[in-house]
Nanobody, 119 residues
Framework: QVQLVESGGGLVQPGGSLRLSCVTS????????MNWFRQPPGKQLELVAT???????TYVDSVEGRFTISRDNGKSTVYLQMNSLKPEDTAVYYC?????????????WGQGTQVTVST
């Protein structure tokens, strides 16, 4: 059974940092690219960052230089280090394995973790 479980969200002040984790199981993690998406309140889902099976990374422009995606194949876990957080980073963040089939569209998904950036 495929599982993706996010953690690490919470309330943080502007300029602060959070580290999200997504622990996976049920598929060959090391052979798969992984994504972090986010959905701000009332807005559409947005791809934030991608890491390939070989460790190549890409980011949406709005987080370039502030966020870092990484992976630990030994722990089947993908991370999103978020620094210099802004109120506009407030969203539910989802971990996604785009090439791992599920009943959902676009691969397999975690349940999401809320990130709120506010004073």
């Amino acid at each position: 059974q495929v599982q993706l479980v996010e953690s690490g969200g919470g309330l943080v002040q502007p300029g602060g940092s959070l580290r999200l984790s997504c622990v996976t199981s049920g598929f060959i993690f090391r052979g798969n690219s992984m994504n972090w998406f986010r959905q701000p309140p009332g807005k559409q889902l947005e791809l934030v960052a991608t890491i390939s099976s070989g460790g190549f990374t890409t980011y949406v422009d709005s987080v370039e230089g502030r966020f870092t995606i990484s992976r630990d194949n030994g722990k089947s876990t993908v991370y999103l280090q978020m620094n210099s957080l802004k109120p506009e980073d407030t969203a539910v963040y989802y971990c996604n394995a785009p090439n791992v089939p599920s009943a959902a569209q676009f691969g397999s998904w975690g349940q999401g973790t809320q990130v709120t950036v506010s004073t």
